[in-house]
């Protein structure tokens, strides 16, 4: 703003109303313009604590859709860690508790991390206690080990009035301190309100390399409240013999940006955060110069210049839409930065999960899938929210898988504990055509390019190709009753396109696999089923027509030219010989871009308008496997213009 515009402004309203010899009025109008001036200047910069980030990507969610319509993330890698079981809780966490969510990721001595929350079935209703989950891969994980148990109050304390026992909430899980100790943290309250008055304390505890932990220690005792080692379960941390231990926390009470992570809890009464406020769940990350930006629920930013001792007043951004759902943001290892989140209104229905990247971490483009997935939801509870949500990646500090991969975690319908691997740099296009064989690659390990969604009981493996085939292929194997898996190849955006893949049907085979090509929206003009009755199906229009026999424990080449325009058609060939011919396509589509194989069929429910807070019983045999259905993929070819 110029001083010389201030003026003009003032001198016309002060001469428009006959004001030049009033002074007092003339200094008030001067100081209430200058205001308004400068309110604008700031408003229209992005990257000042007005705007701290934009969105400016003219791509929004459908929300009629799971995937939104969105385009895909190539390459996104979704794994569930923990599948929650009741009947055989061995199967799942060792409780059979089917409430699981708010998770955080770190990785540390060669190892991923992911702890997270667990309730018998209800948010925010006691017991409440914290797991842990472990991994070398980011594929296989381990069973989850209890890091924080139910809090049980010391012999005399009584619960307080209004509450109805303890529970657990935190939005933070991990702090590896400067001389490389992990501790984990987590935060005890009493149910249904851990925060304000309601809460009692944070604690801590360490990681050995081991997998051992040490003792449990209060870090922070609620500042509304009397709490201390006279009326809690577990000791401060100042008494641990450990000196090392002791150091790692002072580090950590002395780290104001990690620390700031805990103001939902306890917004810090006792002047801990000085005169800082924030939103929820707070995520934050450097930008290239320097400043750290804060991101929190509800399009909430702020931005701090000194290492988080003080930051902007937290400020709406109107692009960034969201609700309920937490929200991610960090610098990637190609030097860029993503957000992800869930890009809608409805608290209770926090899908698809999406993300956007950038160059500067203040300006966001490429609106983007990372899952579009939403199982039904195995058992009902309070405020178990549809979708893929509160998602976390690895905090600064928090180690760095090798690779350049970003990773994430997040829960699926409060219920089931996933992560996700999102190559870098993050893109939606392929140009040239795809030919994979899968053989050059290590059998357990990623899929380059290949979008991969797999639930524990329906992974998504390269093994050695069965049959008298030779190198690697692609497993799609699947034994869960609610659920199934999914692969999807993105391939040049094209209006004529050729298909080929190589298929196997396993003589332990019992299910069908639906392989459908899209368009960038999710449109599915081409639809082809292997059925468990051994037929090969496909859709014509509005007709689905058995093409031929697919026998098990055999290889079929598969081979489908699609020309993709309105009125356009498509021809399948098996083993080089034509089986369908100008066949309809079953919804009008300009282009394709995308290959999905899937162990299911195609779902849309639950969708916006299924009732959220139903008390209904568990889904028929949802605890049990099935028979499998078992099918390889391999010689995936794709072309197109």
Known sequence: MRVVAKGAVVSYFADKYNLACMKPIRSLLSVAIAGL?????????????????????????????????????????????????????????????????????????????????????????????????????????????????????????????????????????????????????????????????????????????????????????????????????????????????????????????????????????????????????????????????????????????????????????????????????QRTDDGRYAISYNPIETTQYRYPLAIISGDDGIVFDNLLLVSGEVPLRRFTGRWKDFGPCYMRGIEEGNGNPPGSDMWMTYSVNKEDMWVSRIPTPIRYAVTGPVADNFDKLTPGGAVPDWNIYAPKWAPITLVKAPGASKGLSLELRDTDPYDYARAIRVFKESRTATVQLRLYADPKNTGDLDIDLTDQYGNRPVRLRVTAKQQLLAVDGGTEKVLQTVQPGQWYTLKLVVKASPGGTYSVSANDKPVLSNARLAEAVTSVERLSLRTGPYRNLPNRQTPNETNDPPLPGCDEQTAPTLFYIDDVRLSGN
Not at 131 to 137: A, N
Not at 147 to 155: G, Q, T, V, W
Not at 243 to 256: H, I, Q, R, S
């Open 37 to 329: 001036l400068t309110v604008s200047s700031i408003h229209a910069q992005t990257g000042s604590p007005a705007e701290p980030v934009r969105y400016v990507g003219g791509v929004t969610v459908d929300p009629t859709l799971h995937e939104g319509r969105l385009r895909y993330a190539i390459g996104v890698e979704n794994r569930q860690t923990l599948r929650a079981n009741r009947t055989h809780p061995e199967q799942a966490d060792g409780y059979g508790w089917t409430y699981n969510h708010a998770s955080n990721l770190c990785y540390w001595n060669g190892r991923f991390y992911q702890q997270y929350l667990s309730n018998p079935a209800d948010e925010h209703v006691a017991p409440g206690q914290t797991l842990l989950v472990t991994s070398t891969d980011g594929r296989n994980w381990e069973k989850p080990q209890v890091a924080f148990p139910p809090y049980k109050a010391p012999e005399g304390v009584t619960i307080p009035e209004g509450y109805h026992g303890y529970m657990m909430h935190q939005r933070m899980g991990f702090y590896t301190a400067p001389d490389g100790r992990l501790l984990t943290v987590a935060f005890y309250g009493h149910t249904d309100d851990p925060f304000g008055k309601g809460g009692i304390g944070r604690v801590v505890r360490e990681v050995y390399k081991d997998g051992t932990f040490g003792p449990i220690y209060f870090i922070r005792y609620s500042s509304y409240n009397n709490w201390n080692e006279t009326n809690t379960s577990y000791p401060f941390y100042k008494k641990s013999p450990d000196t090392g231990f002791v150091n790692a926390c002072d580090a950590l009470l002395a780290d104001k940006l990690m620390t700031f992570q805990w103001y939902d809890e306890d917004n810090g009464k006792d002047g801990f955060y000085g005169t800082n406020k924030a939103g929820q769940a707070l995520s934050y990350y450097h930008r290239k110069d320097g400043q750290v930006v804060a991101l929190w629920k509800k399009s909430l930013t702020g931005l701090s210049a000194d290492e988080g001792k003080t930051f902007s007043a937290p400020v709406k951004v109107p692009t960034l839409l969201m609700s309920g759902g937490k929200v991610w943001g």
